[in-house]
């Protein structure tokens, strides 16, 4: 039996060093959890416009949460979390207690705290969005602020939405996002802007290369503290000038050259 | 075990849509609060209670207005709606049972997710070792 379960979602898949971090995190303050995601442990959401097949594929994943005889799922995605709440809890029913990675890290401050002995000389704005049933609001400010060097500057801008993923759709609405936590940053002298979530990290880390700052997820900052090594692909490979390169032409044939060229290359080509 | 309220989305669809639909007095407080109006070319400057009512038509398997297919379709999710509506309806989960009725019979266009799986799958196969293919997936 499994004690937990790290339900970090689908689109993670880009981010395998924050599963890796977030799993060692978990296990460092007591909780050992299985990572689950991809395809098969899916909430259904992608395929909301068509609801009778994302209810089957939310079900599938409710049943075997249900089976594993986890006693807690740890989310990372809020979309899942929201899902697994309403939808998937309402009708399937809920083995497992559930909380937000942040949220459970939070929760064992005390363990987690004494093991956070590196500075991290950052002056950081959290992009904080209105919506969320996470907790991640009041979990990941204070996570932050355990870290020995490191400045959370408060600004009260809270972007649209409950992460970035949903602005990307809607014209002009991620654009202004950007704007007014460049702005933000700005107003209160910050160098490092911390992403919250998988789509916020991917919308923001562009950023780098235009905007002169630092983009960070707050599980890397966690990591620096904690003194643990750690490299972040994605960004190293949507920040490249050439991201075929970047990824190099063995690992792009071992990930099937077809699939790369076509789903994964133009997402990392974006401005 | 928490037992589950409802057989299926279908029942719950069914309960919810009752509830908000006896519930909701169309006072436009929801769609004044809400941040993505900003982003909605035909609601700009459409009166708050007739975007409603719009949005409750979608509810009931009608055609809407304009403003308010705009509206269903722009929702983020922000929540911000909720604590602003005073008959307790929970408008987020409105303009979402809205946009479910509004897909299905394509008044308004589906979200293209033909490829989000398989793009799932080839970051995966790129980020993660093969023991890591197995043992998370
Ligand atoms: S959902 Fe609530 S806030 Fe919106 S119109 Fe109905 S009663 Fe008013």
Not at chain 1, 139 to 154: H, K, S, T, W, Y
Not at chain 1, 186 to 195: F, H, P, R, S, Y
Not at chain 2, 16 to 34: H, N, P, T, Y
């Amino acid at each position: 039996m499994t004690d937990a379960l790290f339900w970090y979602g689908c689109n993670m898949t880009r981010h395998a060093e924050i599963i890796r971090l977030g799993t060692r995190m978990l296990q460092a303050v007591g909780v050992g959890a299985q990572p689950v995601g991809g395809p098969a442990a899916c909430c259904g959401s992608p395929k909301e416009s068509t609801p009778r097949i994302a209810e089957g594929m939310a079900n599938r994943t409710m049943q075997r949460f249900n089976q594993s005889g986890a006693a807690q799922v740890i989310t990372w995605c809020p979309t899942c979390h929201m899902n697994l709440d309403d939808f998937m809890g309402a009708t399937q029913g809920k083995q497992a207690d559930s909380a937000h990675l942040a949220q459970v890290l939070w929760d064992r401050r005390q363990e987690l705290a004494p093991l956070l002995t590196q500075q991290v000389g950052a002056r950081v704005v959290i992009d904080l969005h209105m919506g969320n049933g996470t907790g991640v609001n009041q979990a990941v400010p204070g996570l932050l602020r355990l870290i020995p060097g490191l400045e959370v500057m408060d600004h009260p801008y809270r972007a649209p939405s409950y992460m970035c993923f949903g602005l990307a759709s809607i014209p002009g609405a991620l654009e202004d996002a950007r704007a007014n936590m460049l702005a933000a940053m700005e107003q209160t002298g910050a160098d490092t802007l911390v992403t919250i979530f998988h789509s916020c990290h991917r919308e923001l880390v562009g950023l780098e290369r235009h905007a002169g700052i630092r983009v960070l997820n707050w599980v890397h900052l966690l990591a620096e503290s904690l003194g643990w090594p750690y490299q972040d692909e994605y960004k190293a490979w949507r920040n490249s000038t050439d991201p075929e390169a970047a990824i190099g032409a063995e690992r792009i044939a071992a990930a099937g050259e077809d699939a790369v060229r076509r789903l994964v290359l133009p997402e990392l080509r974006r401005p | 075990m928490v037992a589950p309220r409802y057989a299926d989305w279908a029942a719950l669809r069914a309960a919810e849509s009752a509830r908000i639909l006896a519930a909701c007095s169309a006072c436009g407080a929801c769609f004044e609060a809400c941040p993505m109006i900003a982003y909605v070319p035909d609601a700009q400057g459409a009166a708050a209670s007739d975007t409603v009512r719009g949005v409750l038509s979608l509810l009931q398997g009608g055609q809407g207005d304009a403003a308010a297919r705009g509206w269903v379709a722009a929702c983020t999710r922000s929540a911000v709606c909720i604590p602003a509506c005073p008959e307790a309806v929970d408008p987020m989960l409105m303009l979402r049972l809205a946009k479910f009725n509004a897909q299905e019979s394509g008044v308004i266009p589906p979200r293209d997710a033909r490829d989000a799986m398989a793009r799932v799958k080839a970051f995966a196969r790129l980020g993660f070792t093969e023991a890591e293919q197995k043992d998370w997936l």
